[in-house]
């Protein structure tokens, strides 16, 4: 297989750099304190559940514990006679042999757990199997590199099929000596209620503004003219900015805006360029961001009518005029969180079942035109 088409890795960002590459991470200092207060304690947990909303930061934290685990020998600390201070952060050095072995990808006293590909299709697999994680047992048959510390790291974790949780659940109970696994999971809900319960958990939040600036200015993306819209779709997630910035997101909602702007009496030929442009250039990853799109302005329209205000900042220029106009109170609101989930759920079966694409987005936009209909004969009455 060429290098052109060998599987994307599923854990990276398209337009990031990988987790092991990323020197700082922003807005997670109580978790990385958390952290360092365990490890100082002289008894750190065996496994540890990073967990929040994607693309906040949680992989890169991972590999900053590992990279820092794997760089700092064992012995006292505390600041008692003769021992050294505590570490105050889990900064390495880019330049020790650690670091950069983990760059290359080779210390040996590392393993990542990640979707495959299938060796028959060549394509990653939809979830991590058993065979991912009982690779583990040769790994755990090594001898720690100077008698060290060895770290797994599972990214994500909601990805494993039942049996690969099961395997993984296994290792957690009887853990080896000098181990830490990490668990990566945007949805800690839906892993096993033991695995769960066999790790401490580290919740880490969305990004507040300047750390979402900080964060992407380190992948080098181009900021937009106006961040504060981007910062209000991407909800705190430098993942999410990246994948609108990649996909011209911000214009894209901009367009689904202005149809909403229209409704109840749509307006066709904005409706179908909207369609045209969600299933045009970028394909499926563009059309299901318009899905996303979609499902975030109904939220927000949902909202506008239960609090009487739109959110800010504006995620498209005008938006808040349009939504104060189509949700101006609470039963509105209302109309609009009921109508929410069923209109994605229909778009998003539709998806699934490989339904055309942009049929069922003019299918999505009629029904929100039906749903404006109702809004507004609500405040007629």
């Known amino acids: ?65 590992a990279r820092f685990l794997l760089a700092t020998p064992p012995g006292e600390t505390g600041g008692l006679l003769g021992a050294p201070p505590p570490p105050a952060s889990l900064d390495i050095d880019p330049e020790h042999p650690v670091a950069r072995r983990l760059r290359a990808g080779s ?48 990214d994500c974790a909601d990805e494993m099929n039942p049996t690969a949780a099961n395997a993984l659940l296994k290792m957690l109970e009887e853990p080896p000596a000098r181990t830490t696994l990490l668990l990566v999971s945007h949805q800690p809900a839906h892993l096993l209620a033991t695995i769960r319960s066999r790790c401490r958990a580290l919740r880490m939040v969305p990004l507040g503004p300047q750390d979402m600036q900080d964060a992407l200015a380190q992948t080098g993306a ?41 409704l109840p009496r749509l307006d066709r030929p904005r409706a179908l360029a909207l369609a045209d442009a969600a299933t045009g250039k970028g394909g499926a990853a563009r059309f299901d961001l318009l899905l996303d799109l979609i499902d975030i302005a109904l939220s927000r329209l949902a909202r506008t009518g239960a609090t009487g205000h739109a959110p800010t900042p504006e995620a498209a220029p005008g938006e808040a005029q349009v939504l104060t106009r189509l949700a101006p109170g609470p039963a509105q609101g209302r109309a609009w969180a009921e109508a929410g989930a069923a209109i994605t759920a ?36």
């Open 346 to 381: 229909r778009a998003r079966h539709g998806r699934a079942v490989n339904l055309d694409p942009a049929a069922l987005v003019l299918d999505t936009v009629f029904r929100m035109q039906e749903t404006a209909d109702r809004a507004t004969r609500r405040q007629d009455r």
């Open 222 to 262: 181009e900021l937009p003219q106006n961040p504060g819209m981007l910062a209000a779709l991407a909800a705190g997630s430098v993942g999410d900015a990246l994948r609108l910035l990649n996909l011209d997101g911000l214009r894209l909602y901009a367009d689904l805006v202005a149809v909403l702007n229209s």
């Open 1 to 65: 297989m060429s290098t052109a088409d060998a599987p994307a890795a599923p854990d990276r960002i398209p337009g990031a750099p990988h987790p092991r590459e990323t020197a700082r991470l922003f807005g997670q200092a109580e978790a990385e304190a958390a952290f360092l207060t365990a490890w100082a304690s002289g008894r750190l947990h065996h496994g540890w559940l990073l967990s929040g909303p994607p693309g906040i930061g949680k992989a890169t934290l991972a590999w900053r514990i």
């Open 107 to 154: 210390d040996p006293g590392l393993a990542t757990i990640t979707r495959t590909a299938n060796e028959k299709t060549g394509r990653l697999r939809a979830e991590i199997v058993a065979e991912d994680v009982r690779a583990l047992n040769r790994f755990f048959g090594l001898t720690a590199t100077d008698g060290g510390h060895r770290v797994v790291i599972v």
